[in-house]
C-alpha cells in the first residue's frame, strides 16, 4: 500500500510509533525513525526484515533546530517526503491547581509545537510533489478530556485545531492531513498510569479490551496510503468504544 | 547573467506566473498581489527544486524580496 514512499514517524522507535513504522515498511514504505535516543538499531531491524530503505535520525521534536536539520537530512536522501506521523508525545499528569509551570512547557514543547514543526517541515518537502499525507496523533484526552490530564489534554486538543486548518490550508497543494485519536491503548505510556486508573479504564471500553498499538498502525496505514486519497481535516477515533 | 541568475529569474517569473519583462530586482513579497502567501510557499518549493537546496524556515520568513531570494540561495552555497 506504501510501495517506494518514504514515511517519517516521530517517536518511532517505541509504542504506536513503532507499530506504525513496522507496518509502513511492512507495506513496502521506506521508514525514517526518529527518537530523542539513537534510533539506529530499530532503522536496522526494519531494513532487514523488510528490505526497504530506512533512515534513523535521534532529533528531539522539541527543539527547533533539530527538527530544521532533521527535514535536512530527509531532503538529503530522498529529496522528498510522502508521509509525516506526528506521534512523538509525553504524558504527564497533574490535577488543576497542582500544575507547575516547568510541566505545562514540557509537554506543549513536545506534543505541541514539536508536532507544529514537523508538520510545517512535512509540508515543505511535500509541496514539490503536490502530494503528501500528514497524520497527527492526538488522543481521546484531546477530544473528551480526562481528569488529571488538563495540560495533555490540551497539547492533545491544540493538535485537532493544528490538523483542521492545515488541512484547509493545504489541500489544494494536494496534502491530506488528519489526525488518528487512539483511546486505552496498552503501551509503555500508558503503563505508567496507577494500576486503579487503568482496570477503570478497561471497564470503560465497550471492546472490553485495551487497544494495541497495532490497532492504531492500521488506522495510520488506511490515512498514508491512496485509499484515503479524499480524505483530510478528519479526526478518526481509534478506541474501541471507550466511554470517557 | 550568469546561469544561476537566469534560473532565479525564470523561477520567479513561472512561479509567480508574472511577464517574463518584470523588473525581477523590484519584486516584493505582497508588493504585487501574485506574490501573496500561497504563492510564497510554491516559490519557495520551485527554488529548493531549481537549486537543489532545502532553506530553513527563518529563510522562508525572511525572504522578501528578489535580492533577498539570491542571498539566501548564496547562503546555501548556490553561486551568482
Redesign the interface.
Known sequence: MLAGRVALVTGGSRGIGWATAELFAEHGAHVVINGRSDPSARAKELSERFGVETLAIAADVAK?AEV?AM??EI??KW?RLDVLVNNAGILEDALVGMIPDAMIDGVIDVNTKGAIRCL??A???M??AKRGSIINMTSIVGTNGNEGQAVYGASKAALIGLTKSAAKELA??GIRVNAIAPGYIDTDMVRALPADKQAKLVAAIGMGRAGTAKDVAKVALFLASDLAEYVTGQVVGVDGGLRM | MSENEAKLRSVFVEALAIPRDTDVEGLTYRGIKQWDSVAHMQLVAALEAAFDVMLETADVIGMSSYPIARETLVKHGVAF
Open positions: 527547533a530544521d527535514f535536512r531532503f538529503k529529496k510545517q517541515g509540508a515543505r518537502l509541496t514539490r489544494p497543494q
